[in-house]
C-alpha cells in the first residue's frame, strides 16, 4: 500500500470512529443527534428546562368531567392541516401545519397548539395556542387562544353541537365583530374547521378561514 493510499485510509476510519464516539457519547448523556432548526436537543426527561411541560401533561381527562369529555377527547392527536385564510382583499391563501391536542392539568383542561410551516417569504413558523376547560355551571367549554406574535388574546365558549360539530364563539378577537370557529364533519381520520365572522350581530356571517385536517397516525412497528 502507498504511503498516500494508507494515509486517506487511516484519516478515513479515524473519523468513522470518531464520528461511532461521539454519536455513544449523545446517547449516554440522553442528548439527541438532529434536531429541527430552533428546538432544544436535550431530552426532555433529563433536562429541567422541560419540567413545566413534563408536568403539564395528562394521559387523559380527570374523572371528574364524566360524559362531557367525549366533546373534545376526539380532538385529542395530531393532525396535519391545510390552511386556507381569505385575506383583506378577498384572496385565498394556501399555507401547510399541523394541529396537535392533548389534555393538560391532571386532565381538566385539553390545549391544542396550532403550527403554520413557513412559506414563501415568512422563515419563522407560526404558533398559537387555545387553553380548554369545562364549566360545570353553564355546561360549555369556554377557552382562551393565545397569539405571542401579535400579543393578543382572545376568550371564547361553546360546546357540542350535534354529534359531529363543535361551536366556540368570540366577542374580543377582532373589535365589532362576532366570531365563530367551529370543527365540523369531526370523523376518526378527518375534520374541517372554520372561521366566520359576523359584523351585524350573527344576522349574517363571512367565511374568514378553512382548515381541512387529516389525523397523523403513528408509524406501525414491526
Not at 381520520?189 to 363571512?206: C, E, H, I, N, Q
Given at each position: 500500500?502507498?504511503?498516500?493510499?494508507?494515509?486517506?485510509?487511516?484519516?478515513?476510519?479515524?473519523?468513522?470512529?470518531?464520528?461511532?464516539?461521539?454519536?455513544?457519547?449523545?446517547?449516554?448523556?440522553?442528548?439527541?443527534?438532529?434536531?429541527?432548526?430552533?428546538?432544544?436537543?436535550?431530552?426532555?426527561?433529563?433536562?429541567?428546562?422541560?419540567?413545566?411541560?413534563?408536568?403539564?401533561?395528562?394521559?387523559?381527562?380527570h374523572p371528574s368531567l364524566?360524559?362531557?369529555?367525549?366533546?373534545?377527547?376526539?380532538?385529542?392527536?395530531?393532525?396535519?392541516?391545510?390552511?386556507?385564510?381569505?385575506?383583506?382583499?378577498?384572496?385565498?391563501?394556501?399555507?401547510?401545519?399541523?394541529?396537535?391536542?392533548?389534555?393538560?392539568?391532571?386532565?381538566?383542561?385539553?390545549?391544542?397548539?396550532?403550527?403554520?410551516?413557513?412559506?414563501?417569504?415568512?422563515?419563522?413558523?407560526?404558533?398559537?395556542?387555545?387553553?380548554?376547560?369545562?364549566?360545570?355551571?353553564?355546561?360549555?367549554?369556554?377557552?382562551?387562544?393565545?397569539?405571542?406574535?401579535?400579543?393578543?388574546?382572545a376568550t371564547f365558549t361553546?360546546?357540542?353541537?350535534?354529534?359531529?360539530?363543535?361551536?366556540?364563539?368570540?366577542?374580543?378577537?377582532?373589535?365589532?365583530?362576532?366570531?365563530?370557529?367551529?370543527?365540523?364533519?369531526?370523523?376518526?381520520?378527518?375534520?374541517?374547521?372554520?372561521?366566520?365572522?359576523?359584523?351585524?350581530?350573527?344576522?349574517?356571517?363571512?367565511?374568514?378561514?378553512?382548515?381541512?385536517?387529516?389525523?397523523?397516525?403513528?408509524?406501525?412497528?414491526?
Open positions: 500500500m502507498q504511503k498516500g493510499t494508507f494515509t486517506r485510509w487511516f484519516l478515513g476510519w479515524f473519523l468513522v470512529w470518531l464520528l461511532a464516539a461521539l454519536v455513544l457519547l449523545c446517547l449516554s448523556l440522553g442528548i439527541r443527534v438532529t434536531a429541527a432548526p430552533g428546538e432544544v436537543t436535550s431530552s426532555p426527561a433529563a433536562d429541567p428546562r422541560f419540567a413545566m411541560i413534563l408536568a403539564l401533561r395528562a394521559t387523559g381527562p364524566g360524559d362531557h369529555a367525549r366533546v373534545l377527547d376526539r380532538l385529542v392527536g395530531s393532525w396535519d392541516v391545510e390552511y386556507m385564510d381569505i385575506s383583506k382583499n378577498g384572496k385565498a391563501i394556501h399555507r401547510s401545519g399541523e394541529l396537535l391536542v392533548g389534555w393538560i392539568l391532571d386532565g381538566r383542561a385539553i390545549e391544542d397548539v396550532w403550527i403554520v410551516y413557513p412559506s414563501g417569504a415568512d422563515k419563522d413558523r407560526e404558533v398559537y395556542a387555545d387553553v380548554r376547560y369545562f364549566d360545570p355551571k353553564s355546561g360549555t367549554w369556554p377557552a382562551i387562544f393565545i397569539d405571542p406574535q401579535e400579543a393578543s388574546a361553546g360546546g357540542a353541537v350535534g354529534d359531529d360539530r363543535i361551536v366556540l364563539d368570540s366577542r374580543d378577537l377582532v373589535a365589532g365583530q362576532t366570531r365563530r370557529w367551529s370543527f365540523n364533519d369531526i370523523g376518526d381520520d378527518s375534520l374541517v374547521f372554520r372561521d366566520d365572522a359576523s359584523a351585524d350581530g350573527g344576522k349574517t356571517w363571512a367565511l374568514k378561514s378553512e382548515y381541512h385536517m387529516k389525523r397523523r397516525r403513528a408509524p406501525r412497528v414491526l
